[in-house]
């Protein structure tokens, strides 16, 4: 299937590991020229070499600390410089912290919240007008399925989560009039190195062994296994594409058939 992506620019945020990547190397594969955006210089600039291999496009790396404003805005603007134009915004920046909810301390919640939350929201609010300016244009929020599932030992990113589902419908209700369609992706586990230590920070505040702790996180999965972050890319790929035209406002949980429930 031709997703028609192909000259298309795009901009992923958290791009250097694990989702983000793998998006990253889904877009490029399409013949999306895209850059992304991390903290880690060496991570990023492998991810770089990575991308210009397997695309067709020079990809273009962006050090930035999304947790903070000023970075946001600047990192949006040398994105459009250097690519031209943003089609697609891929926001999956962050990596909110589990813990016990009496001892996470406040400066972890503040921190936390900085980068995943406000940090999607920036970088939204830095694209759209550009968007709206070029005549449309695709966002897609990557939001864990903690947003639906609560948990207490990780009530962090339940919340932000949460938050974020509803942003992605009310953006995409503000988007519409200019062709501007926003979706989200809602992974559940998701076979990356952020997997393994929320499974220990849970673990650890749950008194339980990490590994002990994983196993039972994994068994409630009817595939008899974890995503792997291809699985989530795919899908990403196909919510910014061309083939997604009637899509907005929803938010897709990628989980393997875990989520005991019918609104998905």
């Known amino acids: 299937m031709d997703l028609g992506l192909l000259g298309k620019t795009a901009l992923v945020t958290g791009g250097s590991k694990g989702i983000g990547r ?41 050090a930035g ?27 999956n920046a962050g990596a909110i912290r589990g813990g016990d909810f009496l001892t996470i301390p406040d400066e972890q919640w503040v921190g936390d919240w900085s980068l995943k939350l406000l940090g999607y929201v920036r970088m939204a609010r830095a694209v759209f007008p550009r968007m709206q300016a070029q005549g449309g244009g695709r966002i897609c929020n990557v939001v864990g399925a903690a947003a639906r599932n609560p948990t207490a030992g990780y009530l962090p990113g339940g919340i932000a989560n949460a938050g974020l589902v509803n942003f992605t419908k009310g953006l995409a209700d ?28 849970q673990a650890k505040a749950a008194g339980k062994p990490a590994e002990v702790f994983r196993a039972e996180a994994e068994k ?43 609104y998905l």
């Open 65 to 91: 600390d999304l947790s903070r404003l000023e970075e946001v805005e600047r990192v949006a603007d040398e994105a459009a410089q250097r690519l031209g134009r943003i089609d697609v915004l891929v926001n």
């Open 220 to 262: 409630v999965y009817p595939l008899g296994r974890i995503a792997s972050p291809a699985d989530v890319a795919d899908l990403v790929c196909f919510l910014v594409s061309s083939r997604a035209s009637f899509l907005t406002g929803i938010c897709i949980t990628v989980d393997g058939g875990g989520s005991r429930g019918v």
């Open 22 to 62: 793998a998006i990253a190397l889904a877009l490029a594969r399409e013949g999306a020229r895209v850059a992304i955006c991390a903290r880690d210089k060496a991570a990023l600039e492998a991810t770089v070499r990575e991308l210009g291999a397997a695309g067709r496009e020079e990809a273009v790396a962006l």
């Open 174 to 201: 503000l988007g519409a009039p200019s062709k501007i369609l926003v979706t989200a992706v809602s992974p559940a586990a998701t076979a990356t190195l952020r997997w393994e230590t929320l499974m220990a920070q």
